[in-house]
């Protein structure tokens, strides 16, 4: 994980419902957390709280921006607008060796939650805190131990 030097110490979460889709096309609300850390600039985090365990997907913070308007992924995580009830709504699908789920989550805060980040962290400049030195330091370090 790349660290961004001299960002604001500032997380971006957002709690939000998230309607697991099940294979008969049913929904169940799941409680979820979006969560941006500067400190890692190109990721953001979808917690999913189905039970006691919290279940984390990471995946790029501009596949979900590019996935609110077009769709975008072709791996583990796949993003795209979709209608669901007469609104918009964003559909992550997630692929894992166990399993696949569709989740859905509502637009407008998926589009708060990028607009806040990317006021901490403009897109197109993830990188310009990162201090690539010790990024190659740390990882020349760990590969010879």
Request: net charge negative; charged share 25%; glycine share 8%.
């Amino acid at each position: 994980m790349l660290r961004h030097s001299s960002t604001p110490a500032h997380v971006v979460a957002r709690d939000l419902s998230v309607d697991y889709v099940t294979e008969e096309g049913e929904r169940e609300a799941i409680p979820g957390t979006l969560r941006y850390d500067p400190a890692d600039p190109f990721a953001v985090e979808l917690i999913l709280r189905p039970g006691e365990e919290a279940i984390t997907w990471i995946f790029a913070r501009a596949l979900l921006a590019e996935g609110i308007e077009v769709p975008a992924g072709t791996g583990d995580v796949r993003i795209r607008p979709t209608r669901s009830k007469g609104q918009t709504v964003i559909t992550v699908s997630l692929s894992s060796p166990s399993g696949h789920a569709d989740l859905e989550l509502a637009k407008s805060k998926v589009t708060a939650f990028l607009a806040d980040c990317h006021g901490q962290v403009p897109a197109g400049r993830e990188s310009n805190g990162i201090d690539w030195n010790n990024e190659l330091h740390m990882l020349l370090r760990t590969r010879n131990t």
